[in-house]
């Protein structure tokens, strides 16, 4: 029994890890409570996307169901949390960071997380996931409490708030590197010099720090307020008859797109193909796209750099 749990737990190392640095004390820590999101993925809100926070708007959906929720709770605890750990960013097992896996942000309703799950994988780099002997339903419930999760993230691949911490040392990358990488993949944006100056003074907390920067969330200036909301989606819609509105962006998918204007007015428009034409405008499109771009390494050591910045 103690062999297959062991190989249970390993077969979970299907998807992805951001922030895990060296743990200096990680005390024991429960899944996070298993309360569904206010808003939900995909809800009417001022805010769009999970958590709150600014999404992928095509990953929106209906929140989800707390009975499979909390099934897909247990069945993640038992199968997937040595691995993959407690808040989705890795675990003593070696498992990747569910938070930023590409897989299961495209992932629905466990479509693209059972077939791993099933056939099992092999990572570079990673202990072998051997195939894992789960129900479709099984997959499916833990599928959407991983969902559910990534829902309450503060932001772009940040895990949601605990009242038990895991507590790590990030500070484990090369300042040097970190410095290239941010010439060429922030600069066009942002400056050492200009609106990250005292970035390090701003935020003393390496984690709060990498977790900011990461989401990209903070910024604008020299005495900046921490934590600060960052500007809004938003979106145009030019509809068959010339009509152009703007305003942000409230919910969006295949067949409607929900704004509010800048009276507070909101306006529904139904979707059917091209029309009426839709155009997003993010400000964090640049963060998202480093999101399948950077790897832990580059995570490190572009927060060891970003620390020099007091």
């Given amino acids: 029994m103690r062999s297959y749990v062991t190989l249970a737990a390993a077969a979970a190392v299907f998807l992805s890890s951001m922030y895990a640095g060296v743990a200096a004390q990680a005390p024991p820590q429960n899944p996070p409570a298993q309360t569904p999101p206010a808003a939900g993925r995909g809800a009417a809100a001022p805010a769009p996307g999970r958590g709150g926070g600014q999404s992928f708007p095509k990953t929106m959906r209906p929140p989800d169901d707390p009975a499979v929720v909390e099934r897909g709770s247990a069945l993640y605890g038992i199968n997937c949390r040595l691995c993959h750990g407690p808040d989705l960013r890795g675990g003593d097992m070696g498992g990747i960071n569910l938070l930023r896996s590409q897989l299961v942000l495209n992932d629905q309703n466990g479509e693209l997380i059972f077939p791993v799950v099933r056939d099992g994988r092999a990572n570079p780099g990673l202990p072998p996931m051997p195939p894992l ?7 499916k419930a833990i599928a959407t409490y991983i969902h559910s999760v990534m829902a309450r993230s503060p932001g772009q691949g940040g895990p949601p708030a605990s009242s038990t911490p895991v507590v790590l040392n990030i500070l484990v990358g090369d300042a040097a590197s970190g410095q290239k990488f941010f010439a060429a993949n922030c600069a066009s944006c942002h400056s050492p010099t200009g609106d990250l100056q005292g ?7 390496p984690m709060q720090l990498q977790n900011t920067w990461v989401g990209g969330r903070g910024g604008g200036g020299r005495g900046a307020a921490p934590g600060r909301a960052p500007k809004p989606v938003t979106v145009t819609v030019t509809t068959a008859s010339g009509e152009r509105v703007e305003g942000v962006l409230n919910r969006i998918d295949d067949f409607i797109v929900i704004l509010t204007q800048a009276d507070g007015t909101q306006r529904t428009f139904r979707r059917s193909g091209a029309t009426p034409q839709v155009q997003v405008t993010d400000p964090l499109d640049g963060h998202r796209k480093l999101l399948a771009k950077y790897t832990n390494k580059d995570i490190h050591d572009v927060t060891a750099y970003l620390v020099t910045l007091k």
């Fill in 133 to 139: 002997p789960l129900k479709e339903d099984d997959v």
């Fill in 199 to 205: 970035l390090a003074s701003r935020y003393s907390d």
